[in-house]
């Protein structure tokens, strides 16, 4: 025969195990099961298996599967935990978050804030040494809502750093914008105006 295979088909189970029968010298086919080697195949399970001959040849229209005989073979216990299935229940699984940066101490934050206050600080300091002259300040509703607005852009950007988010702050900051930019074109405007008519 060109093939021959021996088959053994777990009674409880129907989990089946086949193994290829070799010919020898003399043309006898013939298989050896070493159980310590093959005992990881059988999945240790433990029972009768129905042992199964099948011959297939060229001129075999249909393999010859001929029942030889039932076998009981005991296995020791597996130490591995099987796998769960595909619908069962998994282990949750826990994520840990990278630990946040650890943040600079106050004084640090405390000098920062002020080295960028400096130049604010030094401008006013000026104003009071000089003095402020506001006798050409147009007082019209264009230049009031220039400066207003122009205020609240500031305003707002010191709550965006301790309080607000992004979106937020864009939001608010699109509509005092949209203002202050008007006014502010309108307020040239006229003082170009007022220089070309002088």
Not at 20 to 48: C, H, I, Q, R
Not at 62 to 78: E, G, R
Not at 79 to 84: F, H, N, R, T, Y
């Amino acid at each position: 025969v060109h093939q021959a295979f021996v088959k053994l088909t777990h009674s409880g189970s129907n989990a089946e195990i086949i193994y290829v029968a070799e010919p020898n010298t003399n043309k006898l086919y013939s298989f050896e099961l070493d159980m310590n080697v093959a005992a990881a195949d059988f999945g240790s399970k433990s029972g009768v298996y129905s042992l199964s001959v099948i011959v297939g040849d060229a001129v075999i229209s249909n393999p010859l599967s001929w029942h030889a005989a039932d076998v009981d073979i005991a296995l020791p216990a597996s130490d591995q935990l099987a796998e769960p299935g595909l619908y069962e229940v998994k282990p949750e699984i826990r994520h840990v978050f990278r630990e946040p940066d650890s943040r600079p101490p106050a004084m640090v934050s405390n000098v920062f804030s002020l080295l960028c206050l400096a130049p604010v600080l030094i401008m006013l300091a000026m104003w009071v040494k000089i003095g402020v002259n506001v006798s050409n300040f147009p007082f019209s509703i264009t230049a009031l809502g220039f400066h207003i607005g122009l205020a609240a852009i500031f305003v707002l950007y010191f709550y965006f750093w301790i309080e607000l988010n992004m979106f937020t702050t864009v939001k608010y900051l699109s509509g005092i914008g949209l203002v202050t930019f008007l006014c502010g074109n309108k307020m040239l405007a006229n003082i170009a105006q007022n220089n070309k008519s002088a």
